[in-house]
């Protein structure tokens, strides 16, 4: 993906969250892309979120753990996120 628009994560309810969870990026053709959190590049993936200005790795913490089962917009941030369309 050559341009990142938003990143946001799902974990389930039931079974490992190794299992379940996953990230999910926007890109600029508004299409969104999954990488489970087992998969090999989420590892990757995580190093580059964390280099990213405003990226909140709290957030990210809060919302696996909280395995809501709901997607949850990790960045950008929560008040730019509305904003861009």
Same mark, same amino acid.
Request: charged share 25%; hydrophobic share 45%; proline share 5%.
């Given at each position: 993906?050559?341009?990142?628009?938003?990143?946001?994560?799902?974990?389930?309810?039931?079974?490992?969250? &190794?299992?379940?969870?996953?990230?999910?990026?926007?890109?600029?053709?508004?299409?969104?892309?999954?990488?489970?959190?087992?998969?090999?590049?989420?590892?990757?993936?995580?190093?580059?979120?964390?280099?990213?200005?405003?990226?909140?790795?709290?957030?990210?913490?809060?919302?696996?753990?909280?395995?809501?089962? &709901?997607?949850?917009?990790?960045?950008?941030?929560?008040?730019?996120?509305?904003?861009?369309?």
């Amino acid at each position: 993906m050559s341009e990142v628009r938003e990143i946001a994560v799902w974990a389930g309810n039931e079974g490992s969250t &190794q299992d379940t969870g996953r990230f999910l990026l926007l890109d600029g053709e508004r299409v969104w892309h999954s990488v489970p959190f087992g998969d090999i590049l989420a590892g990757e993936l995580m190093v580059r979120m964390r280099a990213i200005p405003g990226f909140d790795s709290d957030l990210l913490l809060d919302a696996v753990s909280a395995r809501g089962g &709901q997607v949850e917009s990790l960045w950008p941030p929560r008040a730019v996120a509305s904003t861009r369309r």
